[in-house]
C-alpha cells in the first residue's frame, strides 16, 4: 500500500504531453514548465509519435494523454504505456465526461482523470500528487463515479465490500466522501482542519481495509465498480 511522501521533489518532475491540438499542447506545456517542481520532456501529437520520442529522450516519469488522437487513442496508449513503462504515472487529460471512456480510461491503468479546462495551479498540483502516489480526479469525474453508484441496485454492492466500507471509521468515511467529489490531499487537509500527512495517515488506512491500493481504487469500489 505504499506510496510516495506528499512533499515537493529533490528535482522536477519529468512529464510528458501527448495532445494532437498543438495550440492546446503549447498551452498545456507552458504551465508544466512554469512550475519549478515539473519540466515537459515529451510533447507529442499521437501516440505514435510519444512512442518514438520516448526511445530517444530522458523518459518521463508522469504522462498526461488526450483520449481522442489521430491513430491509436489514448486509451490504447495509456495501455501500451503501462504494459512497456510501468513505472510511469498515467493521467487522462480530456473533455470526455461520460462512464463509458472514465472506466476505460481507469482500467486501461490510468491514476488520474482532468479535464482540460483544469485551471493552471490545480493542474500543477494534480501532477504532484500524481507523482507521489495519488490519483486526483475533476470533481465533475468524481461526481460521474457517485452518479454511476447512484444508478445501480443496491444488491449489485458485494457484501464483503459492505463490510469493508463498514469497518471505516467516522473520520476515514468523511474522508473518502471527500476523495469521491474530487478533492485532492491538501483541499482534504483544508476541509477538515488537518494537516496533510494525517490525511495520508488516514488513507493508508483506508486503503488497507478497503484492500485496494490507489484513491481511484478506494473511490470505485465504494461506489460499486470494483469488487
Known amino acids: 500500500m505504499g506510496e510516495r511522501r506528499m512533499t515537493a521533489p529533490t528535482d522536477a518532475i519529468l512529464v510528458g504531453l501527448v495532445e494532437d491540438d498543438s495550440t492546446l499542447r503549447n498551452g498545456f506545456k507552458a504551465v508544466i514548465d512554469s512550475s519549478s517542481q515539473l519540466r515537459c520532456v515529451l510533447e507529442a501529437g499521437s501516440v505514435e509519435e510519444a512512442f518514438a520520442q520516448i526511445q530517444t529522450t530522458p523518459p ?64 500543477i498540483e494534480a501532477i504532484v500528487e500524481l507523482y507521489n502516489g495519488g490519483s486526483p480526479m475533476s470533481a465533475p469525474i468524481a461526481r460521474k ?12 454492492k458485494p457484501a464483503s465490500t459492505s463490510e469493508d466500507l463498514a469497518s471505516l471509521s467516522p473520520r476515514e468515511a468523511q474522508i473518502l466522501a471527500l476523495l469521491a467529489k474530487g478533492y485532492l490531499y491538501k483541499e482534504i487537509a483544508d476541509e477538515l482542519k488537518l494537516s496533510v500527512e494525517t490525511v495520508r495517515t488516514h488513507l493508508h488506512s483506508v ?12 473511490v470505485m469500489k465504494a461506489f460499486g465498480k470494483l469488487e
Open 60 to 123: 518521463p516519469e508522469v504522462v498526461l494523454m488526450d483520449i481522442h488522437l489521430p491513430g491509436a487513442s489514448g486509451i490504447e496508449g495509456i495501455r501500451e504505456l503501462k504494459r512497456t513503462h510501468p513505472k510511469i504515472q498515467l493521467m487522462m487529460l480530456t473533455i470526455f465526461e461520460d462512464h463509458d471512456r472514465i472506466f476505460q480510461s481507469l482500467e486501461a491503468g490510468a491514476s488520474g482523470y482532468l479535464l482540460k479546462n483544469t485551471a493552471p495551479p490545480r493542474l
Open 145 to 156: 463515479l457517485v452518479d454511476a453508484f447512484r444508478e445501480q441496485p443496491r444488491s449489485a
Open 207 to 218: 486503503y488497507e481495509k478497503l484492500h485496494v491500493r490507489s484513491r481511484t481504487e478506494a
